[in-house]
């Protein structure tokens, strides 16, 4: 809004008020309302301080900028993941190419938000980060995504985008964060990305992504985070990736069907915080110099063809650890894992484990919250280790030689899970069982009156002497 030049006292100071009432530019309130308006459900009353008159650069959401005139610099809607009180139904109105001034969207976690993809950002100059997540876009990403030259990031993640990643993306040479995970996206992941050679973050997990992964890091040195999980991707780790060792801190390529051995460069991968190679077609040992990742905390191996020997590995603190499901045949659990002061997560299930669980004394056990030792070999009682754990949500030991009475387990307020079927467990059952959300104590030695539950009648079969719902009534 102008003003003329020469005024009156009494017109500047109803101008300024005026100003002050609505002190946004009328293309960014009509563009924005023109948003609203393609709003059909708001059940947060998200938008409710978005109305016609008002200083927009007040609404919910809106960051303007003093130095543009109070432009609108920023839009803002974010709601909390899962919630659905906190969602936006409808489509993007392109009446938003009116904000000439807007540099960032961050349209998050509203659930309900659909359409193709915005064509209304090709008409936004300044426009240099781009986060729509979590919300219901689908159809392809268009090629002219490759204009976007100004993008430092962009991220489309958990929506449902499909077709291939268009290779005009590699034409965004500013670009830091990709992030095309959680979508419906096909084909095999462009050559072409490796000219992004500012990027340090590049997540195209949980798609449909498929062929082997290509030789493109040379030209991504500068990573830190990489995700290529949850896809179809075939074929053998390639060895460029460990150009990347220097800086990479997160690398995730689980639930693919990867072949081969795992790399020995891996060793070389210092600063590595997370490795997910799970649920792939690994084969061999795992290498020696494993023993060089000394800072990695969460190690997930699980769900492969991996075999003996294990490497005795020299990490300070893990904090979470899955080996299971492999060929190993560890005998123990490692001294490196019970000296951990951080660990949360064990999951050795089917690692060849022969030993008496009272042996095995980790020095801190508060963190705990999953443990999974079950298809072992294992003896003894469970009791002494449970009993130190204020915070474990699940248990699953099935398939072993525990014997110990299960009265004597302490029942945590947060544990949900616990499975000890196929044991040698005795004594009654708890009524402590009626917290659990799931509860298989089946093929024990259990005897007596079940407290009332509600787990189906397989979570107690196959003990001695078992009676109650949803077993047979008890005699009299």
Request: charged letters at 15%; proline letters at 7%.
């Amino acid at each position: 809004m102008r003003f003329s030049v020469v005024l009156t006292a009494s017109l500047l100071v109803l101008s300024l008020l005026r100003l002050s009432a609505a002190a946004c530019h009328r293309d960014d309130e009509s563009g924005l309302l023109g948003f609203k308006s393609g709003i059909t459900a708001d059940p947060s009353g998200m938008l409710t301080s978005w109305k016609k008159g008002t200083d927009c650069c007040k609404w919910f959401g809106i960051t303007c900028e003093t130095q543009t005139g109070n432009r609108v610099r920023s839009l803002t809607l974010v709601g909390r993941p899962g919630n659905l009180t906190t969602s936006l139904s409808g489509t993007v109105s392109p009446s938003l190419s009116k904000l000439q001034f807007l540099d960032s969207i961050y349209l998050q976690d509203l659930n309900n938000l659909s359409g193709p993809f915005p064509n209304l950002i090709f008409s936004l100059p300044k426009i240099d980060i781009i986060y729509i997540e979590n919300n219901k876009f689908s159809g392809p990403i268009p090629p002219r995504v490759g204009e976007l030259t100004q993008l430092i990031a962009f991220s489309l993640e958990g929506n449902r985008f499909s077709g291939p990643i268009p290779s005009s993306i590699a034409n965004l040479g500013q670009l830091i964060q990709l992030k095309l995970g959680g979508n419906l996206l096909t084909g095999a992941i462009p050559t072409a990305l490796q000219r992004l050679s500012n990027l340090t973050l590049l997540d195209l997990a949980r798609n449909h992504l498929s062929g082997p992964i290509p030789d493109i890091f040379p030209g991504l040195t500068n990573l830190i985070s990489l995700s290529f999980s949850h896809n179809n991707l075939t074929g053998k780790i390639p060895a460029s990736i460990s150009i990347l060792a220097p800086k990479l801190r997160f690398l995730e390529l689980g639930h693919n069907s990867l072949t081969g051995a795992i790399p020995g460069f891996f060793g070389n991968f210092r600063a590595l915080d997370t490795l997910d190679l799970s649920w792939n077609k690994l084969s061999g040992p795992v290498p020696k110099s494993f023993a060089n990742l000394t800072k990695i905390f969460n190690l997930d191996l699980s769900h492969n063809n991996l075999v003996d020997p294990f490497p005795v590995m020299n990490v300070k603190g893990i904090e979470s650890l899955d080996l299971s499901h492999n060929s190993f045949n560890l005998g123990s659990i490692p001294k490196w894992v019970a000296s951990s002061p951080i660990i949360y997560s064990l999951k050795l299930a089917k690692c060849g484990l022969k030993m008496k669980l009272e042996d095995f004394r980790p020095v801190e056990t508060y963190f705990y919250d999953y443990i999974d030792l079950s298809d072992n070999e294992i003896t003894g009682s469970p009791v002494q280790l449970l009993n130190r754990t204020d915070y474990l949500v699940g248990f699953y030991a099935s398939g072993n030689k525990l014997k110990f009475d299960l009265g004597s387990l302490r029942f945590v307020e947060r544990l949900r899970f616990l499975d000890l079927s196929r044991n040698m467990v005795f004594g009654k059952v708890p009524k402590a069982v009626s917290g659990l959300s799931e509860l298989n104590v089946s093929h024990n030695h259990l005897c007596g009156a079940l407290p009332p539950n509600k787990f189906p009648a397989t979570s107690f079969a196959g003990n001695d002497c078992l009676c109650g719902s949803p077993l047979p009534p008890c005699k009299p």
